[in-house]
């Protein structure tokens, strides 16, 4: 198993350009979530998904986008780029089965992506 | 509103020492508190994890300590080791959304040989 994949590693975008970041995920996770990370100030999650077709805010959704067609892809949007939105995102899963409300499900991380706006 | 306050923010141990890492919550509706450890250009990696319902959980060298009258929690390194460098995240959960971590600003451990 992969696990957790994302693309690009890396990437330079001016402001106002739009780009999407890919994650897949092969270990069949119901639930996945993007985080981004800026030094010093811990992760912060952007937007979830409990299975595919059903995704909701996180802490910090504005400016993104995203959208889970399938059980493995969770891509996130950036429509027009802003200096702000530098950081490193991270897109993770989880496997949480039906009826087990009070169990906590570890989530696994991918590598993430550094991004930088200038 | 910082749910979840960790300090130190860096730590400095010798080969062989404790790294103590400390964390306080404020909502009370958390009832579930993992580590994360984060090598540097990697992912966070689920560490140890404890539930309120105990006040200390131990596994290998990495143990957390849980005052819940206090709301606080904390990661406890023995014989620390250069290998033991990371940043280390505390989290926490609210019950009923199990799956939305929130978590502290992170402390970065570096262990001198």
């Known amino acids: 198993n992969a696990g957790v994949t994302q693309t690009p590693k890396f990437r330079i975008l001016k402001i106002g350009q739009s780009m999407t970041l890919q994650c897949t995920q092969d270990?069949?996770?119901?639930?996945m979530y993007w985080y981004r990370q800026d030094p010093g100030m811990g992760l912060k999650l952007i937007y979830y998904?409990?299975?595919?077709?059903?995704?909701d805010k996180g802490e910090v959704p504005n400016g993104y986008n995203v959208s889970r067609s399938t059980t493995e892809d969770f891509p996130l949007r950036l429509e027009l780029a802003a200096p702000s939105q530098t950081s490193v995102y991270f897109c993770?899963?989880?496997?949480?089965?039906?009826?087990?409300?009070?169990?906590?499900?570890?989530?696994?991380f991918g590598p993430g992506t550094r991004l930088t706006v200038l | 509103q910082q749910q979840v306050k960790q300090s130190p923010q860096s730590l400095i141990v010798q080969k062989g020492g404790i790294s103590i890492i400390n964390c306080a919550y404020e909502?009370?509706?958390?009832?579930?508190f993992p580590w994360y450890q984060q090598f540097p250009g990697k992912g966070p990696a689920l560490l140890i994890a404890?539930?309120?319902?105990?006040s200390k959980k131990k596994e290998g060298r990495f143990t957390i300590s849980f005052n819940k009258s206090a709301k606080q929690f904390s990661l406890h390194i023995m014989d620390s080791q250069p290998g033991d460098s990371a940043t280390y995240f505390c989290?926490?959960?609210?019950?009923?959304?199990?799956?939305?971590?929130?978590f502290g600003k992170g402390t970065l451990l570096t262990v001198n040989p």
């Open positions: 993770a899963s989880s496997y949480r089965p039906p009826g087990t409300g009070g169990a906590y499900n570890e989530q696994f």
């Open positions: 270990m069949n996770h119901n639930y």
């Open positions: 998904s409990v299975g595919a077709g059903i995704t």
């Open positions: 909502n009370t509706a958390f009832d579930y």
């Open positions: 404890i539930r309120p319902d105990v």
């Open positions: 989290a926490a959960t609210p019950r009923g959304s199990n799956y939305k971590l929130t």
